[in-house]
């Protein structure tokens, strides 16, 4: 028998687009969130929606539904699957600036010490120190574990000894989603993995 959840008296157009970043979140059947594209939106965060989103999308003929939970939602005037997978019926033109804060900063640098490789206890570094006249900038700021940042203080790269893995960059917004790719949350429902990794380059 299928489980059954009930639809609140919300205001319909009170319609959010806020993704699903924490955990707990994931446990009450969210929806993959599609581009006109068949692309998420987003990788990291994975782009999701509470299932009442979803729900009030669909209802507002902002998006299809292309794959459902076993649950249903009923109102005493509706009945209706939850949705797992939507797709957006307009096209988002995704972003081409990236901007520069803590989260897509770590993200570039796929969360690990950009000295050491070490993926826990971060902060950042100014490769050039601020004192030698260093800049706050994608190109001058790295993220470092508390011991690669306490060790190079505020000495140069050179004079360290601790050498960059590789050249820090600003990343271009294409490039940032996918390195979202490699960050998974820790749920992914079965009928989103069609539409994750689809478009990814194979192996050779």
């Known amino acids: 028998m299928d489980s059954v959840l009930r639809i609140g008296s919300e205001n ?11 955990s707990a979140a994931l446990k009450h059947r969210p929806a993959l969130v599609l581009n006109a594209d068949y ?6 965060p994975l782009s999701l929606w509470p299932w ?3 729900v ?18 009923r109102s005493p005037s509706m009945e209706i699957r939850i949705p797992s997978v939507v797709v957006l019926r307009d096209f988002v033109k995704p972003q081409k600036k990236v901007a520069f804060t803590r989260f897509n900063l770590f993200l570039r640098d796929e969360f690990s010490c950009q000295y050491c490789g070490t993926t826990g206890d971060l902060t950042f570094d100014h490769v050039v120190p601020r004192a030698s006249g260093g800049i706050t900038s994608w190109k001058n700021v ?13 000495k140069s790269l050179h004079r360290s000894g601790l050498s960059l893995r590789k050249p820090p960059r600003q990343p271009a917004a294409e490039q940032l989603r996918n390195m ?3 960050f998974p ?5 079965a009928s989103w993995l069609d539409f994750l ?7 050779a």
Do not use: M
Not at 12 to 22: L, P, S, Y
Not at 39 to 44: D, I, Q
Not at 57 to 67: F, G, S
């Open 142 to 154: 790295v993220a470092a574990c508390s011991r690669c940042n306490l060790h190079k203080g505020s």
């Open 12 to 22: 319909v157009g009170d319609f959010r687009t806020d993704f699903v970043r924490q």
């Open 197 to 203: 990794y689809w478009d990814a380059e194979l192996d």
């Open 56 to 73: 009030k999308a669909a209802w507002l003929n902002r998006v299809d539904i292309i794959a459902e939970y076993d649950e249903v939602a």
């Open 52 to 54: 009442q989103d979803a």
């Open 39 to 44: 692309r998420p939106l987003s990788y990291y």
């Open 185 to 189: 949350p820790n749920y992914l429902h």
């Open 180 to 182: 979202g790719r490699k």
